[in-house]
């Protein structure tokens, strides 16, 4: 097989039980409908199946990652494959204790994410008590020498910090820190209305990203994502669907991206199933958005196809009803006027604020 | 702090690995990396925070006879310059 399908990466989501009640969470909505977690032998044979794939790089998500017990068994797992471990995490429950035992085990990096710089906005975005000991985990990731990436996910509520955002992750010593625009579908879509910032929120803050980003080259990276609703072409989704990375789900549905699932008609299988190699180059699910056979007008002829690999399935679905057709967010899209009246709508309410919908709904448990 | 002295390591964080699928080295570090030619992972494994720049030229002089002492030069130059532009690089004096 030639490397134009190849993951790199495995995303496994460990489980969709989360402490936290973010508006803008990434899990599907009926998150709490879905099968029991699959075991620690699994999620070890998938590790090895997977680095015979070609995947180098293990991001542990959940849901809250933290809450699977034998997470300790996991990294040590991944360890002895050589893969490059990344804990992404919203920090909470952690000690300090828990995290240095993980880093003798193997864990290569830990990601935390952060919701603004005031406690009191923060812990309400969140939908609980988190801020404190968010800046604690981030501390003894910082004491205990571990990268440490601060991951914020932005939106109207919080864009205005950009600066306080960028002076915390130096303040915590942050190898990295990811400003990330929420990219709405899923919870987001829900709360689309109380997120969307404005062009000029976006503008002002991709501004001081850009300086920062300047400033701090070669100490810390600064990573801005614009939201593809403001950039007229889509967004090269997972870099193409089953190209580079393979999500697998809590309950071991093999995904191209986090809610490919979410996609009717498609077919997925389990890892419990199939081996993760049939998965990756026969299923169905996996096939039916690869390479060019697929794509739609305009996006067959256009020459940023190879950019984009026609922008994103998922919002495809979600926003025009149909997967096949082409991201609403490119300004050749037939839907894209879903995308001008969401940020018409953006503008008019500037300053309103709006109700979250909290993500809600227990995760159930493997046990 | 002259360029002269610098001795150049690895961030910590960086891992080196053999890369089966395609008889390369990837260097990695948290959730992306780099794919190396040989040229490039012989330049990342002199990065030991015990050479000098002038150093690893001579090691590599020795080694790539094909290539003249200038080329090399250039090559850990550039090849350093990515690594430092990502904070992939420590220099110690």
Avoid at chain 1, 227 to 253: A, Q
Avoid at chain 2, 20 to 34: A, N, V
Wanted: proline residues 5%.
């Amino acid at each position: 097989m030639n490397n134009e399908h190849r993951p790199y990466t495995l995303i496994a989501e460990l489980t969709y039980r989360c402490p936290l009640h973010c508006p803008y969470c990434s899990n599907p909505l009926d998150f709490a409908e879905h099968g029991n977690e699959i075991d620690a032998d699994t999620w070890l044979r998938v590790f090895h199946e997977a680095e015979e794939l070609g995947v180098v790089q293990l991001n542990l998500t959940g849901g809250e990652p933290l809450l699977r017990d034998d997470l300790e068994l996991l990294v040590e797992g991944a360890r002895k494959l050589d893969l490059y471990t990344n804990l992404i995490t919203s920090g909470i429950p952690l000690t300090s204790q828990r995290l240095s035992r993980l880093r003798a085990l193997g864990l290569d990096s830990v990601q935390i994410s952060i919701q603004s710089t005031r406690r009191s906005v923060a812990d309400r975005i969140a939908g609980a008590p988190s801020f404190n000991r968010k800046l604690d985990a981030m501390r003894w990731a910082t004491s205990l020498e571990i990268p440490l990436t601060v991951n914020v996910v932005l939106h109207r509520e919080n864009i205005s910090e950009i600066e306080e955002l960028i002076a915390l992750a130096e303040c915590v010593s942050a190898d990295r820190l990811e400003l990330a625009n929420t990219q709405y579908l899923g919870w987001a879509l829900k709360n689309r209305a109380a997120l969307l910032p404005t062009r000029e929120q976006i503008e002002r803050a991709r501004t001081v990203a850009a300086e920062a980003k300047a400033r701090l080259r070669g100490s810390m990276e600064v990573l801005f994502v614009t939201p593809d609703y403001y950039t007229d072409h889509p967004k090269s989704c997972m870099e193409g669907w089953g190209r580079r990375f393979i999500v697998v789900n809590p309950e071991g549905l093999a995904l191209p991206c986090h809610l490919a699932h979410t996609i009717p008609g498609l077919r997925f299988e389990h890892v419990t199933q199939r081996r993760l190699s049939d998965i990756w180059h026969h299923s169905a699910g996996f096939n039916r958005f690869r390479g060019n056979e697929w794509l739609p007008d305009p996006c067959r002829t256009c020459e940023r196809r190879v950019l984009d690999f026609g922008g994103c399935r998922c919002q495809a679905f979600h926003l025009s009803g149909d997967a096949g057709m082409p991201d609403p967010a490119c300004s050749l899209a037939p839907g894209h006027d879903v995308i001008e009246s969401a940020r018409t709508q953006a503008d008019r309410t500037a300053g309103i604020p709006v109700l979250f919908e909290y993500r809600t709904g227990r995760g159930r448990s493997s046990r | 702090m002259t360029l002269a002295a610098v001795r150049p390591r690895l961030n910590p964080k960086v891992r080196l690995r053999f890369d089966r699928r395609t008889g390369r080295h990837l260097l990695l570090y948290p959730e992306t990396g780099l794919e190396l030619n040989d040229t490039a992972t012989a330049i990342a494994r002199l990065c030991t925070g015990e050479k000098t720049i002038d150093d690893m030229v001579d090691h590599l002089t020795g080694t790539y006879a094909d290539a003249s002492p200038g080329e090399i030069r250039r090559a850990v130059h550039e090849f350093l310059g990515v690594l430092a532009d990502r904070g992939l690089l420590q220099g110690a004096t």
